[in-house]
């Protein structure tokens, strides 16, 4: 595998389930973020992790929960979620403390669908 | 309040033609960056920009950074339906933070 792998890629559950998305780098990566990307909205940072610590979480409600056991792995645990959770998850990574502006690298992203 | 305003938001031209996409911000960032993303994948880095006029050049895409940092253009020269895709500005902000612009959906007809 190379690059960034993200499984599954495709998720329909109900409001009631528990569910979690998968992230991987295999880039050497020292920081991984969770996205969302919504029709007709920019995307939106939900939560950065820099050397397994989580350095930002952009006010995102507590029915997402982030987990990142190692600075190449990174979770998504999903519980209670709302319709309006339906969007593409896109994990990225990246190199910081490289002079240079923080290029990420993005996986292909979990089409998630909340019923 | 957006950010980064990326216009047009949708643009559909013929195989061969010009075009010019913007991306613009009252703020400033400290570098620039655009990627493209065709349906079903993430985006995919396309360049990175870090000086204020500064103009780079990827085969037939044409990017600038604005004098003051604030705004980029990408201009494609002849474009070919594998240029159809939605590209994306993300000014760097600190750090780790990248904002995106909501996006420029190309598509070019053949």
């Known amino acids: 595998e190379t690059g960034v792998t993200q499984t599954p890629r495709h998720l329909v559950m109900g409001m009631t389930n528990k569910k979690s998305l998968k992230c991987e780098q295999h880039?050497?990566?020292?920081?991984m973020y969770w996205y969302k990307q919504s029709a007709k909205k920019p995307l939106e940072l939900m939560f950065v992790?820099?050397?397994?610590?989580?350095?930002e979480n952009n006010s995102v409600p507590s029915r997402f929960s982030p987990e990142c056991p190692n600075s190449s792995h990174l979770f998504l645990h999903l519980h209670t979620l709302q319709p309006e959770d339906s969007a593409l998850y896109l994990c990225?990574?990246?190199?910081?403390?490289?002079?240079?502006?923080?290029?990420?690298?993005f996986g292909p992203g979990t089409r998630l669908t909340v019923l | 309040t957006q950010l980064l305003e990326q216009s047009p938001q949708f643009l559909s031209i013929q195989e061969g033609e010009n075009l010019t996409v913007y991306c613009n911000s009252s703020?400033?960032?400290?570098?620039l960056q655009w990627y493209r993303q065709e349906p079903g994948e993430g985006p995919v880095l396309l360049v990175t920009?870090?000086?204020?006029?500064e103009v780079k050049k990827l085969k037939r895409l044409t990017f600038q950074f604005g004098d003051a940092r604030k705004d980029s253009s990408l201009h494609i020269t002849a474009a070919q339906p594998g240029d159809t895709g939605l590209y994306l500005c993300?000014?760097?902000?600190?750090?780790?933070?990248?904002?995106f612009g909501q996006g420029t959906r190309l598509t070019i007809n053949p």
């Open positions: 990225a990574s990246s190199q910081e403390g490289l002079a240079g502006a923080n290029e990420q690298f």
């Open positions: 880039l050497g990566h020292n920081a």
């Open positions: 992790y820099n050397f397994k610590e989580q350095t």
């Open positions: 703020s400033v960032f400290s570098s």
């Open positions: 920009v870090v000086t204020g006029g």
């Open positions: 993300a000014g760097a902000r600190g750090a780790q933070k990248l904002v």
